[in-house]
DNA sequence: CGGAGAAGTGGAAGCGCTTCCAGTTCAGCG
DNA sequence: CGCTGAACTGGAAGCGCTTCCACTTCTCCG
């Protein structure tokens, strides 16, 4: 039916070529000790003329390392993967992977049957190793993936717990600089658009903005929850504009929300930043381009995807490398300026 | 050194377990023929008893079947990906996938050593078929893949000739339903954002909205080329308004180049539409949170990632599926309403 | 009731690579 | 010049699963 696939040349052959043995070939491929110069060139040449490749497969069963890590995405919200948030993680762990020659498998695991992959992907034994992002409440992937004895490293501390190896924004420390900002700026009736309740994201931030403002002593007037994505955002800032006395700041735990909040203010006639400042969070390349720009929390999700992996890396070589904290910074554009608006 | 991983049953136990020979329960497994209806049970009832999955590894190394595809990204611009197209196709593919047992490798081949992965997983044949994405003028990844004769599905039509197996949008009818909405709500001096020229979809996006024009007896007073990005479409819009007569239409090739020639209309205190329609190409979810809303030109960009997916699952069957050209559709909106705008 | 063909059965041979183990070889030294 | 330990060598035993093949057992029909 199919066409005969040309077979590759194996092992074998390449040591008949050599004239050497096979453990002989497989060492000099491998570059293990015991194999003489002379063996080790001969081998070369051999591969090099017969263009051979190991078998994967067969590596794999060898040695069980199957050379493949997997990046799963777990999430309800149906839109989110949507956020160029994970793009840019994808491109960060994509780029540490390159340096390695494990490949990327990628599992969206929304769907209860994406669940189930996930779980039958760990148990299969078909990845080194597991990095998880987005999980939710106490979404069971974490554990599952943990009881596999796999290495496991988490993008975002899950709801409860703390992972052995994660990575992970200062999402605390962000927000405070974002209640900072807006209190030193003059803003004196904030209000948060926060996550989902049930992610740890959500909640340090909301933490954060909290403390800033406590110490600051200014009252935070309202929070709502939208669900990371612009839509939410916009329902969200609907919701708190309802609140009295009318807010003056708003700070939104991701650049999306932000944006949807952006949208509400003007549907709503009021001006940013005159009227009501905005702060996002992630600081991803459309907060330079919203309209104002939009003073954000900057965290480098590209190295956090970088470092999950490299982390990732550490762990399946048997190394036990620390959990990591990347630092968050602000940046700060119109949309919540430094210094106060005047109407 | 690391903690020896506790070993998964193998269909040995599990055929002792069930009284059969290894064979009776390979098939059992594989629900295969020639195995009667008791062994079939007895063989259920032991791999659920031991947590029995099957290693992928020596399945691929029998069948010569790894079970995996691969989606390779090609582009030398370093923030494509960020374009939530890209999420959107892989939402689609993952979707697809999930209904099958084809892992998703996702490789990004931007670097020269990006690439130099791509060859050698094709060549050690990791992953049943190809997915091909974005690839770039006469780019080699599109050959690589055909030679080594793994089924392979192209995302949009490269430069040059015409694949056995692709999926693409109707670029060129989309192009023209953008031209003739422009030239019906009375606009007559059009200009163009197209994207990289040495990319089939820049090129047929272009055609499409040439004839379109022509058609209408509508001269296009000018086109400049961006790369698909935000910033490239910013950059290319003010180049075109430096042009004489000032435009009052501008077609971008994608939404992200749209969002950016709003950018830059808006600094130029322009407005849109009174001043300038815009029409952009994609219509993600982006394009209907704009300032003001982006009339833009729809592709089924989630069906699109399903449909190659579908394909290639076809072709790894050993059908021979048919190429596929998925419909455009205009979503109509402010930045370019149905009628002509009253300054 | 005999016989043909379908269905069931399991031993054994791989799939292609790594690695243990039992030697060999060889340089260096007293 | 014999001896010792380090450095090579390669045969063979897996890794866990599929599948060919040679039988054996049913089923059903004339």
Redesign the interface.
């Known amino acids: 039916?199919?066409?005969t696939?040309?077979r590759?040349p194996t092992l074998d052959e390449v040591a008949q070529r050599a004239g050497v043995s096979r453990t002989a070939a497989s060492r000099a491929i491998n570059n293990a000790p015991h194999v003489s110069r002379a063996k080790r060139e001969a081998v070369e040449r051999a591969v090099r003329e017969l263009?051979f490749?190991?078998?994967?497969?067969?590596q794999?069963?060898a040695t069980?390392r199957?050379g493949?890590v997997v990046l799963a995405v777990s999430s309800d919200e149906p839109?989110l993967?949507?956020?160029?948030f994970?793009?840019?993680v994808?491109?960060g762990v994509?780029a540490a992977l390159?340096?390695t020659?494990l490949?990327?498998?990628?599992?969206?695991a929304n769907?209860p049957?994406?669940r189930e992959?996930f779980e039958?992907?760990l148990?299969?034994?078909?990845a080194d190793g597991v990095m998880l992002m987005a999980l939710r409440g106490d979404d069971p992937l974490g554990r599952l993936a943990e009881e596999a004895?796999l290495p496991v490293v988490f993008g975002g501390l899950p709801l409860a717990g703390e992972p052995r190896w994660y990575v992970d924004a200062d999402n605390r420390g962000g927000a405070r600089l974002a209640a900072d900002h807006l209190v030193r700026s003059g803003r004196r009736r904030p209000v948060m658009i926060t996550g989902q309740v049930d992610t740890r994201v959500a909640v340090t931030r909301e933490q954060g903005f909290t403390e800033g403002l406590k110490l600051a002593g200014v009252p935070l007037l309202g929070v709502e929850a939208g669900d990371f994505t612009?839509e939410g955002g916009a329902a969200a800032m609907e919701r708190l504009l309802a609140g009295r006395p009318a807010p003056d700041a708003v700070f939104a735990a991701s650049d999306a929300m932000a944006?949807?909040a952006l949208?509400t203010l003007?549907l709503h006639g009021l001006r940013v930043p005159e009227d009501v400042a905005v702060v996002g969070f992630n600081d991803?390349?459309?907060a330079r381009?919203t309209?104002p720009p939009l003073t954000t929390v900057h965290q480098p999700v590209r190295a956090l995807g970088q470092e999950m992996a490299r982390m990732l890396v550490g762990a399946i070589e048997?190394h036990d490398p620390s959990p990591l904290i990347l630092p968050t910074r602000l940046s700060v554009r119109e949309s919540a300026p430094d210094v106060p608006a005047r109407a």
């Not at 490749?53 to 067969?58: I, L």
């Not at 993967?81 to 160029?84: C, G, L, Q, R």
């Not at 148990?123 to 078909?126: F, I």
């Open positions: 039916m199919e066409p696939p040309k590759m263009g490749v190991p078998n994967p497969s067969a794999a069963l069980r199957v493949a839109g993967f949507a956020d160029p994970f793009a840019e994808i491109v994509s390159e340096q020659d490949e990327l498998i990628l599992l969206l769907s049957r994406g992959r039958r992907l148990r299969s034994r078909r004895d612009e944006i949807g949208r003007r991803l390349a459309s381009h309209n048997g």
